[in-house]
């Protein structure tokens, strides 16, 4: 599996989010995701930060993920005074818990075989840190039992899967803190919630969903909205 990361950093409650992807669809993705610049002339960084006028769009490039039933996303919210990356850690354990119950209900373990490979979007220092703390942090939990590998530092204005992770993990920020999106902004977190089978994007389950459960599933420790699907 393929989990990219990103993060938005910007506010009181700070979110940590990713979208996982078999490793067969990266490279379908990033297809998709040329020929959509091409067709739409957008050739910036597609990101929650660049959301203008041109945000309809920008709504095509997320129903890459949101038409794809091989992948889902997953994000955690930590506060100001949390580790960064003890909150990453948490972050890649909990979706591996995901896959571990997954395969455990079929019956089928070719998953946890392969490798768990994790992308974050940071410039190469920062991501050398974050990986050697997270290794480190693994290497004192026995029960994590997926190879995991972590890629070269990712640019999001290039890979079209940690583009769509910003996408929506700035859109998740906006609504776990409460913030006023504009217009455009706006366009986007109605088309997400309403892709989302109209589950808001604030939603936090009351236990570890199942891997597919939902398609966008977060985890509040302060403020869990309990809704069913």
């Given amino acids: 599996m393929f989990l990219s990361i990103d993060e938005s950093f910007n506010s009181k409650k700070m979110v940590l989010g990713g979208i996982v992807s078999p490793i067969s669809s990266i490279p379908k993705y990033e297809k998709h995701f040329a020929a959509l610049r091409i067709e739409k002339k957008i050739f910036g960084e597609v990101k929650w930060t660049n959301i203008d006028q041109y945000s309809k769009r920008y709504t095509e490039f997320l129903d890459i993920f949101l038409n794809d039933p091989n992948s889902t996303y997953h994000s955690i919210c930590y506060s100001q005074n949390a580790k960064k990356y003890h909150a990453a850690y948490t972050l890649i354990r909990t979706v591996t818990w995901k ?123 302060d403020n869990k909205i309990h809704q069913n699907k």
């Fill in 99 to 221: 896959i571990e119950n997954y395969c455990r209900r079929r019956n089928d373990f070719s998953l946890l075989k392969e490798p768990f490979y994790v992308l974050f979007d940071n410039d190469e220092e920062k991501g050398r840190i974050g990986t050697k703390e997270i290794k480190k942090i693994k290497e004192g939990d026995r029960n994590f039992k997926i190879p995991l590998d972590f890629c070269n530092q990712g640019a999001s204005h290039v890979i079209g899967h940690l583009q769509l992770t910003d996408l929506l993990t700035g859109a998740i920020s906006y609504r776990v803190n409460n913030l006023t999106p504009n217009k455009n902004q706006k366009l986007i977190i109605d088309h997400i919630i309403k892709k989302n089978e109209g589950i808001d994007l604030n939603f936090s389950a009351d236990k570890l969903p199942g891997l597919y459960e939902y398609k966008i599933q977060m985890f509040n420790p």
